[in-house]
């Protein structure tokens, strides 16, 4: 279960059959849950449970997948389940979680393990004392971190909109949500999957594990037993687990059969644990075809930052796609990068418009740039601007 041979054993299959699946996948359309035309009735019937490993797995999800970034949010604070389920509604084919580990070993649902700016930990004067300066991945914080508080002490707490100088809007939702437990988003999944009838698909990312292990916080394995728990371990279940340092994905790939996705971050990076192992590699080695054969004997996919597909220039305009799509496909993988979003001060300067940092510039026209790369997915804050891009892409 989870090993080395059964996961290259997967990917060769894969390769065998890149272009039925390329050409499968090519033939889905957009609809309230984003199925797919062509698959036998048995297929279809065992896609519609809320977990599990029966179906086609991630083969049987539209191309290009749409992703939705921290849930909807581009709507609402980012990691509660006000964002997800808004995230589901528009009907966003797959939803990211980012774990983090609490005091007392639970995973909940943050981007970061400093609370500062996305909960109002810092008006509760009973938690006053925990501000403390931490380095993470070699990167001094001050503030309020998860591993300093039990789960408990955690739902004391509420969300807030992390950037509300961009999504003032979004502020409309502070105090709302809770911070959930990865467990709850999977009771949550379960649920939603049997009211919908269809699994609900996740993209899990294992925060700093490099750094939470050295803690006694290890996030693998008790991500692991929840996978296991909640029966989505299996190499057709609905989830993706990804992470930006390739020893996380190398022990779920020991630990279960779920689909596995390397992150890539600038081409100057490294990766934190091959810093802290002294790998000279970066991800420019990486993303070369001996360092994408490499993943490929571990995991499935990758996550690329989207300037590794397409680089910018210095006044962030867009030049020439890289080979990455064409190579990372040859060795079998798929390709979801990272992060589309409708505000001008994201998008490349192609696609501003006017001088409103805030304001919505031309995303579709981005969209449409990237999807022609070939990648197989993309994250977006904004699933209903990214669901509209996929049906203008597959309906052409």
């Keep these: 279960m989870g090993t080395q041979e059964s996961r290259q054993s997967h990917i060769s299959n894969e390769q065998g059959h890149g272009t039925g699946r390329r050409a499968l996948l090519g033939a889905a359309v957009l609809g309230a849950g984003g199925t797919v035309l062509g698959l036998p009735a048995t297929a279809r019937a065992d896609a519609s449970t809320s977990g599990g490993g029966s179906g086609d797995g991630y083969r049987s999800l539209p191309v290009p997948t749409v992703i939705a970034h921290r849930g909807a949010s581009g709507y609402r604070p980012e990691h509660t389940l006000g964002s997800y389920r808004l995230a589901l509604d528009m009907g966003a084919h797959v939803i990211e979680q980012d774990l983090v580990p609490t005091k007392d070993g639970h995973l909940v649902c943050r981007h970061e393990n400093d609370i500062t700016g996305t909960t109002d930990v810092a008006s509760h004067p009973e ?7 931490k380095v993470v991945d070699g990167v001094t914080y001050t ?60 993209h899990v990312e294992t925060k700093h594990p490099t750094y939470f292990r050295k803690l006694g916080l290890g996030l693998e394995e008790p991500l692991a037993k929840l996978l296991r728990k909640y029966n989505r371990h299996r190499r057709n279940s609905p989830v993706f687990l990804q992470s930006f340092e390739p020893s996380s994905i190398q022990r779920l790939n020991r630990l279960v059969d779920s689909p596995l996705v390397v992150l890539f971050s600038g081409a100057a990076t490294r990766p934190w644990d091959f810093v802290e192992a002294g790998d000279p590699r970066t991800v420019a080695d990486l993303v070369k075809p001996a360092g994408l054969a490499w993943i490929a004997s571990f995991a499935n996919g990758i996550g690329p930052t989207l300037d590794l597909i397409i680089p910018r220039d210095s006044s962030g305009r867009l030049t020439t796609p890289t080979s990455l799509v064409a190579d990372a496909h040859a060795e079998g993988l798929i390709l979801h990068p990272y992060t589309m979003r409708n505000e001008n001060s994201f998008l490349p300067a192609d696609f501003r418009k006017g001088t409103d940092a805030n304001a919505y510039g031309d995303a ?33």
Excluded: C, M
């Excluded at 740039?369 to 804050?381: A, L, P, R, S």
């Excluded at 904004?382 to 892409?393: E, I, K, S, V, Y």
């Design 143 to 202: 503030g309020w971190f998860t591993e300093d508080f039990t789960l408990a002490e955690l739902k004391t707490l509420r969300a807030k909109e992390r950037i509300p100088g961009n999504r003032q809007e979004n502020t409309l939702y502070d105090g709302r949500w809770e911070i959930p437990s990865f467990e709850e988003v999977l009771r949550w999944a379960e649920k939603e999957g049997r009211k919908r009838g269809r699994r609900i698909w996740l």
């Design 127 to 133: 938690f006053a004392a925990r501000k403390t300066t």
């Design 364 to 396: 579709f026209g981005a969209f449409k740039v990237y999807f022609e790369t070939g990648i197989d997915g993309i994250f977006t804050d904004n699933p209903d601007t990214g669901l509209l891009a996929h049906a203008d892409f597959t309906d052409r």
